[in-house]
């Protein structure tokens, strides 16, 4: 025998993490289900490099750096002399991070790219690779997708003024351009000390002052005038400090909240290098001061802020008062986004539990050693694990589908896209139900969900592993943490729905919208023979609830939003999965289908077979039918 010691003994062979383009089976199933064949063809080269570049050396390095070096601000706030200054630092790896994100268009795909209502499928599928590899640039991508659909909308509209048009024109060529140097991210600032996602009581003032407007912004092609509305107030809690523009509420003096556009910087014609000499094409922050950076859990390398507004101009959007309806544009942007970034964070917290388990010898008992492959438990507990993300990809990218036919005219090309496509006067009323829901549901669902992976690691889960930063689910955990709190509490989601299903004029288009759904894609024929199992009957579900909800107020059903939320989520999941496994009847999907039956519609449990079958089968579930036999083969079946 000899002893160990640091630098002796045994050391866990490092797992290897596979491209999530290929290793990721819920991905794979995504992709083809969302997206022609015609798509595919063309894009799936593309997106194999992605989900290869994310994972990279370089990439990593950056996330290391910007969780190491947070933003923080210069001097405190103040310059030598006491003068509020607020200049806000970042990390190079955030930067790098930033201009790797919009090079790479995660937000431009959605708009510059040929493939219409598959545009928007697209860009969340690869927003789903990119997320766990961005620390956090995605929280200024998803407010700079929000503010480019509500510019888009804008600019397709005959009632903006030409000195509008050309403001709205400039900021929108930025927000979807793929050269950094070019780019804009954007803020979305609502959140005041009097409330979060109620903003009724927002203490921020816009005035119309146009013969104050003084200087320009800054433009590649010239001078873009500045807003003729003075901005005054204060906001809370400003995620994305260093974005290039905001979209705002403030109120004016005709009553309601306006929502407004508001660069960040402006000429400064007075500007001054550090040591005093006039500095050309000078800019300076355009009526905002830092009053301090937020302290949080996680997101440390976002820089999070409480902003002083003075004098900020900007451009209103829309009509005056009407800044609830503007804002919502972006709101079911962000949300999607949320959406996408909790199945991307619990995506590949399972894939690193995957290369893990492959890796990873324990004892079995009588001095044999197997490979976590092997446990009956440790594979069952992962393909749980896989089974709800898979209901939770379906439900996310399914909501990026409805909003690209939102936008643009298309023809199902598959008989499952079909059963899933509502009539072009039903599109909106599902939207609105289904991404606050998805948003509730998706978020909530992945923090447990990724905090086992984290532990299905053991302590090496547990650790802030930044010498080998792709192993590190404690920070993914930490961010996903914030992720049923940012854009709506659960419970504020919850109540927004109830009040869409009881709005006295739109409520009834939404229960329709969501009937033929329902009644629609159950009524799929399948290709692969899927037998629907007997237990299951979402429409009697459905019609029970329908009821339940038309008999009674708005104000009886709020209390009752979480429990009717999840109902109506299971539902559709269901649905969901039935149409998946309705393309080709593999077996895995059938399996995650079948459970997913028992778990949330039977009062039965099915009986178990042998632990070897049962293992075959989480196998499959958790790797895929082809590699769960490879996996297979890597086992050395232990003699007792």
């Known amino acids: 025998m000899e002893h160990s010691g640091a630098n002796k003994g045994f050391f866990q062979p490092a797992p290897i993490l596979p491209n999530q383009f290929y290793d990721d089976v819920s991905f794979r199933r995504c992709f083809k289900l969302f997206l022609p064949f015609s798509v595919i063809t063309e894009v799936e080269a593309e997106v194999a490099a992605l989900g290869r570049d994310v994972l990279s050396d370089e990439v990593f390095a950056w996330v290391t750096d910007a969780e190491r070096n947070k933003p923080y601000l210069k001097g405190s706030g103040r310059d030598a002399f006491g003068r509020w200054h607020g200049e806000l630092v970042t990390g190079e790896g955030w930067r790098e991070l930033q201009k790797f994100g919009l090079s790479r268009g995660i937000v431009a795909t959605g708009y510059d790219t040929p493939y219409g209502a598959f545009s928007r499928p697209l860009q969340y599928l690869r927003l789903h690779l990119w997320e766990a590899s961005s620390a956090n640039v995605t929280c200024p991508s998803a407010m700079q997708d929000g503010a480019a659909a509500l510019l888009r909308r804008h600019l397709a509209s ?3 003024s030409e000195a509008e048009r050309k403001v709205f024109e400039d900021a929108y060529r930025r927000l979807i351009s793929r050269d950094p140097s070019v780019a804009w991210t954007s803020g979305q600032w609502m959140t005041e000390r009097s409330g979060g996602s109620d903003v009724s009581q927002t203490e921020t003032i816009a005035e119309y002052q146009p013969e104050e407007a003084e200087g320009a912004l800054a433009s590649r092609e010239g001078k873009i005038p500045l807003g003729p509305w003075s901005i005054n107030g204060f906001k809370w809690f400003s995620s994305a400090t260093d974005s290039n523009m905001t979209i705002l509420l403030a109120r004016t003096s005709q009553g309601g909240l306006s929502t407004f556009l508001a660069p960040m910087r402006r000429h400064d014609p007075n500007a001054k290098t550090m040591t005093g000499y006039p500095k050309a094409n000078g800019t300076r922050l355009n009526g905002v001061w830092i009053q301090r950076l937020k302290n949080k859990l996680g997101t440390q390398s976002l820089p999070t802020a409480e902003l002083v507004l003075e004098d900020m101009r900007g451009w209103k959007i829309g009509e005056e008062g009407k800044g609830i309806q503007e804002i ?6 962000t949300r999607i986004h949320n959406v996408i970034t909790a199945c991307g964070y619990v995506g590949r917290g399972l894939g690193i539990a995957r290369a ?3 890796r990873r010898e324990v004892g079995a008992g009588r001095g044999i050693r197997m490979k976590l492959t092997e ?13 709800e993300y898979h209901g939770l990809m379906l439900l996310s990218n399914y909501c990026g589908y409805l909003l690209g036919i939102s936008e643009h005219e298309a023809t199902p090309p598959t008989s499952a896209l079909a059963a899933l496509t509502p009539a072009d006067q039903l599109i909106e009323p599902l939207l609105r139900i289904v991404v606050p829901l998805a948003k509730a549901y998706v978020c909530k669902a992945s923090v447990p969900l990724l905090y086992s992976c984290m532990e299905s690691l053991g302590g090496v889960g547990y650790l802030v592993n930044e010498e080998q930063e792709y192993l590190n689910v404690a920070r993914l955990y930490r961010d996903c943490c914030v992720l049923p709190i940012w854009e709506g509490t659960t419970d504020v989601l919850c109540t927004d729905m109830i009040r869409a299903l009881k709005h006295p004029k739109t409520g009834t288009q939404s229960l329709d919208a969501l009937e033929n759904f329902i009644k629609t894609s159950y009524a799929l024929n399948s290709e692969g023979g899927v037998v629907r199992p007997f237990e299951w009957d979402p429409v009697a579900k459905w019609t029970a609830l329908r009821a339940y909800i038309d008999e009674r107020k708005q104000a009886d059903l709020v209390g009752e939003g979480r429990e009717i939320l999840w109902d109506i989520a299971e539902i559709l999941i269901s649905l969901l999965l039935f149409v ?9 999907a059938q399996e995650i289908f079948r459970r997913f039956i028992e778990d949330k519609f039977s009062r039965e449990k099915r009986k178990r077979d042998t632990t070897a079958e049962e293992l075959n089968r989480d196998l499959a579930i958790v790797y895929g039918v082809e590699e769960a036999e490879a996996v ?3 086992i050395i079946v232990p003699k007792l």
């Open 158 to 160: 005959r009632r903006i």
């Open 328 to 333: 919502s544009t972006i709101l079911t942007l």
């Open 356 to 358: 893990y388990a492959r």
């Open 375 to 387: 446990s009956a438990l440790h594979m069952r507990t992962l393909a749980k694990l896989t089974a």
């Open 580 to 588: 998946d496994v309705s393309t080709d009847a593999n077996e895995a």
């Open 632 to 634: 297979s083969r890597e």
